[in-house]
């Protein structure tokens, strides 16, 4: 019976927060955009983002940790290379890196860009579609990315390319590491925990949750050589698995908060 009315009230948490964001991109999202692109105030979809993710996470119970946040590179452009297991995580990770904003952008799948509002304001935000079935449309986006590197914006990137399904780190993907490499910018390991739980696959219903997010020391791009990306795959890859393995305390963690 207990297991049975935390459902009820998750399914009703979620249904107010599906609608409650849904009200909010489609009521904001417009004249932020025109205020964005008329007067070249990015900042303004930033502000609208946070504000909408605020409303979903509370209103589903989402709490998260975050740890690390002093490897935030504040003062120069870097790629945040996270692992993937949830459709909740991308939200939060948002928050996670809001120390970036307006400088953060996401190279995300190319799908997301037909939904009509978001997918312009990503667009006007700088956000990077790719298209990983598209070999020549992928190496464009990745040579757009890494020009947006060089201009001094920050990049989140999910290098598994799809959620695992077990929760197990998967194999990375390479375009994010070239991108990193013609950039000129340094991979930043990041690993988040708990989403999975709250979000079970196949089910659109959320889960109350604390979730946690750690940032880890960056690694360095020693090459500008597109040979050596394997090479920066592997350490990268080492340190998210690293910050995924269980940790003996959380004294070292900020607190709990929804969002920044």
Aim: aromatic letters at 6%.
């Amino acid at each position: 019976m207990a297991e049975f009315s935390g459902t009820v009230v998750a399914a009703i948490r979620s249904a107010a927060a599906y609608v409650g964001v849904s009200l909010w991109v489609i009521t904001l999202g417009p004249p932020g955009m025109l205020l964005a692109l008329c007067f070249g105030w990015p900042d303004v979809l930033y502000w609208l983002g946070r504000g909408g993710v605020r409303l979903g996470l509370a209103a589903a119970g989402i709490r998260c940790r975050v740890a690390g946040g002093e490897h935030i590179q504040r003062d120069r452009a870097a790629v945040y290379c996270v692992n993937h297991s949830s459709n909740l995580e991308p939200p939060i990770l948002y928050m996670a890196l809001a120390a970036l904003h307006p400088r953060l952008r996401i190279l995300y799948k190319a799908e997301i860009h037909r939904l009509p509002v978001l997918g312009r304001a990503f667009d006007i935000a700088g956000f990077v579609p790719i298209d990983r079935q598209n070999r020549e449309q992928s190496m464009q986006a990745i040579d757009r990315a890494a020009a947006g590197l060089r201009a001094g914006a920050s990049f989140l990137i999910f290098p598994e390319g799809t959620r695992s399904r077990t929760g197990q780190l998967q194999r990375f993907k390479k375009g994010g590491f070239i991108m990193a490499i013609k950039g000129r910018a340094p991979m930043v390991p990041m690993a988040i925990t708990g989403a999975r739980a709250a979000m079970r696959r196949g089910s659109a219903i959320i889960r109350p949750v604390t979730v946690s997010v750690r940032i880890g020391p960056p690694v360095e791009v020693e090459t500008e050589d597109l040979a050596e990306r394997d090479r920066l795959i592997d350490r990268t890859r080492a340190a998210v698995q690293a910050l995924l393995a269980p940790q003996p305390s959380a004294a070292d963690e900020e607190g709990e908060r929804p969002g920044r």
